[in-house]
C-alpha cells in the first residue's frame, strides 16, 4: 500500500515540478528566422562549432515572424532577426526595434544599396526575382515566355502558373509593386492572377518542384532554388527566365540579418550578424544556397547574370517596409482563401 | 452515499464518532471538488482569453466577422463538414454491416484494414492524396496511355472532403458496429413473421436501433471535420482552421480570435442539435426476453460486390497513402539539408504524448470522480466546463494559450509546460469519458465495506477503485497518446523554439517539398498510432 501511494506522490510531484518550472536559464541565443531551416540550419550549426555559442532558432515566414516580434514588443526573446526580405527588416527599423549595427559589419557590405540607411540591418546575401519554367511544357502549351509579370494575367496562362502568395519574397515583390504602380492597379493584377486559377503554394521550393513535375508550366519565385535541384539532377527540364526591361518581376532583394533592442546577449549576437558576413559564411551562400554573396571578396557560384547586369526598377529597398499594408492587400485580395 | 444517510440517527452508538468520520468524509469530497476546480479553471482558460481578444477587437472586430470573406469561411466550413460527415456515413454503415452480420469471407481482416485509416494522421493522408491525384500524379501516370496528360487535381474542397471522408468513417464504423452487435435477433424475427423482407428488416428494425450510436459517431465525425487543420492545410480549402492559423501564425490575434470565437460558436450548435436529437425515442429492450445469438446473414450474389467495396475503402484508406510514403522513400528527390535524426523526433514524440496523457489522467481523474459519483448541479456544471475541450479545436486553444503567456505569462511563453496544457485541455474528455465510464461499473459499496473494515479514504480508492478502473484509467491515457502524437496544430503553434516531433517534421518538409523527408518520420509515426490503436481496440473487445 505504501509502494502504491509513494509511485503517485512521486508521480504527481514530478509532473507538478515540469509544469510549473520552465526553464528559465537563458545563455542561448534565440534567431527568429524568416527564411526556411534547409537554407539557414547548416550555417547556424556551423557558427555553434566555430564559436561554441549555443544557438536556438524558431523558423517561420518571414512576414509572419517580423509580425510576431512586433506583437511581442518588449518581451520578444528573440536576440537575432533573420529575414528574407529588406521590407520586413525595414519594418522592424521603423517601429524603433532594431539595434544600431557598428559601421565595420556594415562597411563589410559592398554595395550600399543592401544596407539599412540607417544601419540596422545588414543584407547577407542578394536574391532575383525570376520566373521558373519548364521548357517543354511551354512548348506543349504553345505559349511564349512573358515579357512583364502582368503578362500572367493573360488567358493563354490560365492555371498554369504557380505562387507562393505568403512568402515574404512575394509580399516584398507586390510592395514593390505598390509603390511604382499603385494600389489599385497592384490589386488588380492580384484579382486577375487569381480569376487565372494561378496554383497557390506555400513556399518556393514546392512551386520549383511543380514545374519540373509539369504541374505548372512556370511559376514567380527566387532565381536559387532552381539551383538545388539542379545540383541534384542536372537533366530536370526547368529553367530561369529574368523578365527584361526592368519589368516588375524581376526585383532583386536581400536576406538580411538585424540585432532586435532587447537582446540581452549583444555581443553574441553581433558575433553572430559578423559571422554571416564572414567570408566563410559568404561562401556558404554562393556555394550552398546558390545566392549572390554581397561581400566583395566572394563571388557567385553558378553561372548567373552578375547582380549590376540585371534590369531591375528603380527604387530603394526600404521602401518596402509598408509591410502589414501589403499583407492586408494580399488577403483582401483573396489570394489566402 | 455516505454512511450517515444509511443509519438512522437512533442507532448511531456515538455520536460524536459518527460526526468525526462524517467530516472526514466531506473533507475528502472537497479536496476533489476543489482539485476538479482547479483543473476547470486552467480548462478555462483559452475561451476567457478567446472572448478577451475577440471584445478587444471592438468595431474592427465585427467589420471582419461581417464580411464576406469571412461569412464565405463559414459556408466553406459547414459545407466540408456536411459533406465529409455524409460520405463518411455512407461508407461507414455498409462496411459495419458486412463487418459484422454478414457472411463476407475475412471479416476480421477487413474491419482491422479498414479501421487501420484513423491511425495515418490527416496531414500526412491529405498530403499523399495531393501527390497521387495531381495533375501529374500517380493517377494521371496510370491514366497516360488513355491520352490522359494533366489532371485537374484535388486541392480544394474535393481533396479536403475526400481526405475527411477517409480518415473519419472508422468513427462511425466503431459505434454503428458495436450497435448492430448488440442488436435484439428476436425483434428482427418478429418484423420477419410479420411479413417484412430483408430490406424492411434493416430499414424499419435495424435502422432504428442504430440511430443513438449512428448520431453519437456522425458528431463524433462532424467535430473532428469542423476542428481537423491538416487535411484543409495541405488541400488549400479555406476552412475556419487553415484561416484561423494563417492569421495566429502572422500574430494576428484580433483577427483570429474573431474568427475563433465564430468557430466555437458553430460547435456548440452542433452540439446543441445532437442533444435535441438524441433525446427521442427509445431503443432499448423493456422485458428481459432471451437475447440470442446474432447469425451472419449469407450475402450470396452479393459477396463480389461486398468484397470489391471493402478492398477499395482499405485501398483509398490505407494502401494508397503506405504507397505514396514507400515510393518516396525509395524514390530519389531534392535532399533536404536540415538533419532531424529520426531518434531525436521519436524520443520527442513519444516522450511529450507520454507525458502529457500522464498529466491528463490525472487531471482527469477527480473529475470523473466527480461524474461517476457525485450528482448536485455543482458537480455537474464542473464536468460539463471540463469538457470544454470538445468545442475547441487544437488550433483555437494554441491560439488562446500563445496570447494568454505571451501577454500575462511571459516566463511559460515557448515551453514545454505550456504545450502540454494545451494538449490537456483538448484532451481532458477523453480521460474523463475513458475513466467515468470504468468508475460507474463499480459497485460504491465496495468502496464502503473498504471503509468499514479500516481502510482510509485514500486507501480505499488507491486499493479498491483504482485497480477496478484501471483499464479504463489506461484506454483513456492511450487514447489521449495516440491523439497527442498525431496532433499538429497545438504543437505548430506552442511547441518551444526548435522542438521538433514526428508531425513538426512532417510538417515542414511538405512545407518545403522535401518530400523524401516526409517518407520515414510518417512512416514511423503510423506504426506507433497502430501500437497505441491496438491497446485501445483490444481493451474494448475486452469489455465487450
Given amino acids: ?337 | 452515499m455516505h454512511l450517515s444517510d444509511v443509519i438512522p440517527s437512533r442507532f448511531r452508538i456515538n455520536g460524536h464518532q459518527q460526526y468525526a468520520l462524517s467530516r472526514w468524509h466531506v473533507g475528502h469530497r472537497q479536496l476533489v471538488q476543489i482539485i476538479s476546480l482547479a483543473v476547470v479553471a486552467v480548462v478555462m482558460i483559452p475561451l476567457a482569453y478567446l472572448i478577451i481578444g475577440a471584445v478587444s477587437a471592438g468595431q474592427e472586430g465585427v467589420d471582419y466577422l461581417l464580411r464576406a470573406r469571412t461569412l464565405r469561411i463559414v459556408g466553406n466550413s459547414i459545407g466540408l463538414t456536411a459533406v465529409a460527415t455524409l460520405c463518411a456515413t455512407a461508407i461507414a454503415i455498409p462496411f459495419a454491416w458486412l463487418t459484422s452480420r454478414s457472411d463476407l469471407p475475412g471479416r476480421r481482416f477487413w474491419l482491422v484494414l479498414g479501421l487501420a485509416a484513423m491511425v495515418i494522421p490527416s496531414y500526412l493522408t491529405a498530403v499523399t492524396y495531393a501527390e497521387a491525384f495531381g495533375p501529374k500524379g500517380i493517377l494521371q501516370s496510370l491514366l497516360e496511355p488513355f491520352g490522359v496528360d494533366r489532371l485537374p487535381g484535388i486541392k480544394g474542397f474535393p481533396g479536403a472532403a475526400l481526405t475527411l471522408t477517409v480518415v473519419t468513417f472508422p468513427y462511425i464504423v466503431l459505434p454503428v458496429r458495436a450497435a448492430l452487435l448488440h442488436c435484439d435477433r428476436s425483434l428482427e424475427e418478429a418484423g420477419q413473421s410479420l411479413g417484412l423482407n430483408r430490406w424492411g428488416v434493416f430499414r424499419q428494425i435495424i435502422l432504428p436501433q442504430m440511430r443513438p450510436a449512428l448520431s453519437t459517431g456522425m458528431l463524433m465525425t462532424a467535430l473532428y471535420c469542423l476542428s481537423d487543420f491538416g487535411a484543409v492545410a495541405v488541400m488549400h480549402f479555406n476552412a475556419f482552421t487553415r484561416a484561423i492559423f494563417i492569421q495566429t501564425e502572422s500574430f494576428r490575434m484580433d483577427k483570429a480570435s474573431v474568427l475563433a470565437i465564430l468557430l466555437v460558436g458553430i460547435t456548440l450548435v452542433l452540439l446543441l442539435i445532437q442533444s435535441r436529437l438524441q433525446l427521442r425515442g427509445r431503443h432499448y429492450r423493456i422485458g428481459t426476453g432471451a437475447s440470442r445469438h446474432l447469425e451472419t446473414l449469407p450475402l450470396g450474389k452479393w459477396k463480389i460486390p461486398a468484397l470489391i467495396f471493402c478492398a477499395g475503402v482499405v485501398f483509398i484508406g490505407v494502401v494508397i497513402p503506405l504507397l505514396v510514403l514507400f515510393s518516396w522513400l525509395a524514390g530519389h528527390r531534392i535532399t533536404d539539408p536540415v538533419q532531424a535524426p529520426l531518434t531525436l523526433l521519436m524520443r520527442n514524440t513519444v516522450g511529450v504524448s507520454a507525458v502529457s496523457a500522464l498529466a491528463v489522467t490525472f487531471a482527469a481523474f477527480p473529475l470523473a470522480l466527480l461524474a461517476a459519483r457525485g450528482g448536485g448541479r455543482f458537480n455537474r456544471w464542473l464536468i460539463h466546463l471540463a469538457y470544454a475541450g470538445n468545442v475547441l479545436p487544437g488550433i483555437v486553444i494554441a491560439l488562446a494559450l500563445v496570447m494568454f503567456a505571451s501577454q500575462h505569462f511571459l516566463s511559460f511563453y515557448q515551453t514545454l509546460p505550456l504545450l502540454i496544457i494545451g494538449y490537456a485541455i483538448r484532451y481532458l474528455p477523453f480521460s474523463i469519458g475513458a475513466t467515468e465510464s470504468a468508475l460507474a461499473q463499480i459497485n460504491p459499496r465496495f468502496d464502503e465495506a473498504a471503509r468499514s473494515l479500516g481502510l482510509s479514504a485514500w486507501a480505499a480508492l488507491m486499493r479498491i477503485t483504482v485497480p477496478l478502473a484501471r483499464g479504463g484509467i489506461l484506454a483513456g491515457l492511450a487514447l489521449v497518446f495516440l491523439n497527442v502524437m498525431k496532433e499538429l496544430p497545438t504543437t505548430l503553434i506552442l511547441r518551444p523554439i526548435g522542438f521538433r516531433t514526428f508531425a513538426t517534421r512532417i510538417w515542414s518538409a511538405y512545407d518545403e517539398a522535401f518530400l523524401s523527408s516526409i517518407a520515414l518520420p510518417g512512416l514511423v509515426l503510423i506504426l506507433v498510432s497502430a501500437f497505441a490503436l491496438a491497446i485501445i481496440l483490444r481493451r474494448e473487445k475486452a469489455v465487450d
Fill in chain 1, 1 to 337: 500500500m505504501f509502494k502504491h501511494r509513494n509511485v503517485y506522490f512521486v508521480l504527481v510531484f514530478a509532473l507538478s515540478c515540469f509544469m510549473l518550472s520552465p526553464v528559465l536559464a537563458d545563455d542561448v541565443l534565440t534567431v527568429y528566422s524568416g527564411r526556411n531551416e534547409s537554407l539557414v540550419g547548416p550555417i547556424l550549426a556551423q557558427f555553434t562549432e566555430d564559436t561554441g555559442i549555443e544557438v536556438e532558432v524558431l523558423y517561420g515566414g518571414t512576414s509572419a515572424v517580423a509580425n510576431q516580434i512586433l506583437t511581442e514588443g518588449e518581451n520578444s526573446p528573440a536576440d537575432v532577426f533573420i529575414a528574407q526580405d529588406g521590407g520586413a527588416l525595414g519594418a522592424l527599423a521603423d517601429a524603433g526595434m532594431l539595434h544600431k549595427l557598428p559601421d565595420a559589419t556594415i562597411a563589410r557590405v559592398a554595395n550600399a544599396a543592401f544596407v539599412s540607411p540607417a544601419g540596422v540591418w545588414a543584407g547577407l546575401s542578394g536574391r532575383a526575382r525570376v520566373f521558373v519554367y519548364n521548357p517543354e511544357a511551354l512548348e506543349e502549351q504553345g505559349l511564349e515566355l512573358p515579357n512583364s509579370i502582368l503578362d500572367l494575367t493573360g488567358e493563354e496562362w490560365s492555371g498554369l502558373v504557380g505562387w507562393a502568395p505568403t512568402n515574404a519574397s512575394f509580399v516584398a515583390n507586390v510592395t514593390a509593386m505598390r509603390v511604382l504602380l499603385g494600389e489599385e492597379a497592384t490589386a488588380g493584377w492580384l484579382a486577375g492572377m487569381i480569376a487565372n486559377g494561378v496554383n497557390a503554394y506555400p513556399k518556393n521550393t514546392p512551386i520549383v518542384q511543380a514545374t519540373i513535375d509539369g504541374e505548372v508550366v512556370g511559376g514567380l519565385v527566387n532565381h536559387y532554388y532552381l539551383f538545388r535541384f539542379l545540383a541534384e539532377d542536372p537533366d530536370i527540364t526547368a529553367t530561369l527566365h529574368f523578365f527584361p526591361g526592368g519589368d516588375l518581376g524581376s526585383l532583386i532583394n536581400v536576406a538580411g540579418a538585424a540585432i532586435l533592442k532587447t537582446t540581452d546577449q549583444p555581443y553574441d549576437a553581433l558575433a553572430l550578424v559578423d559571422y554571416l558576413l564572414s567570408d566563410a559564411a559568404q561562401e556558404y551562400f554562393a556555394q550552398s544556397t546558390y545566392e549572390y554573396p554581397l561581400v566583395s571578396t566572394v563571388e557567385p557560384s553558378v553561372d548567373l547574370p552578375a547582380l549590376a547586369d540585371i534590369e531591375t526598377p528603380e527604387f530603394d529597398l526600404s521602401d518596402l517596409a509598408d509591410l502589414q499594408g501589403t499583407l492586408e492587400l494580399i488577403e483582401e485580395s483573396g489570394a489566402l482563401d
